[in-house]
C-alpha cells in the first residue's frame, strides 16, 4: 500500500521501495534517500515518515495529514576543548626557557 507524503507544496508516494513524483527535484531529493528494504507497510510508512521529517512535510495517514517532525540525527559531533597549554615563556628565543 502506498504511502503519500507531501513536501514542498508537491505530493510523492513510496512504495515496494520506490519513490513517485511528478516533480522531478522532488523525485530526486526523495530518490537520494530512498530505502530499497522497506517492504511491509509499517516499514514504508515509517520511511515516508523520515523522509517528511527530513525536508518539513508531512505524511497521509488515516484520512488526515499529519506532520512529520524532524528525524532523530544519525550521528552526533561532540567538542571537547583542548588542554590547557603550558607556558614556556614567550614567541620570542629570549623569552624561552633554556634547556
Excluded at 505530493?11 to 520506490?18: P, T, V
Excluded at 511528478?22 to 515509517?46: F, W
Excluded at 544519525?74 to 629570549?94: C, K, N, S, V
Amino acid at each position: 500500500m502506498p504511502v503519500t507524503i507531501r513536501i514542498y507544496g508537491k505530493e510523492a508516494q513510496f512504495s515496494f521501495g520506490r519513490w513517485t513524483c511528478e516533480d522531478d527535484g522532488v523525485l530526486a531529493m526523495l530518490d537520494a534517500l530512498a530505502d530499497p528494504r522497506a517492504r511491509t507497510p509499517e516499514a514504508e510508512y515509517e520511511h515516508a515518515l523520515y523522509c517528511a521529517g527530513r525536508f518539513g512535510g508531512s505524511v497521509w495517514h488515516q484520512g488526515e495529514w499529519q506532520v512529520a517532525g524532524l528525524p532523530e540525527p544519525e550521528m552526533t559531533i561532540e567538542f571537547t576543548p583542548p588542554a590547557p597549554r603550558q607556558e614556556r615563556g614567550g614567541w620570542l628565543p629570549w623569552g624561552r626557557k633554556k634547556r
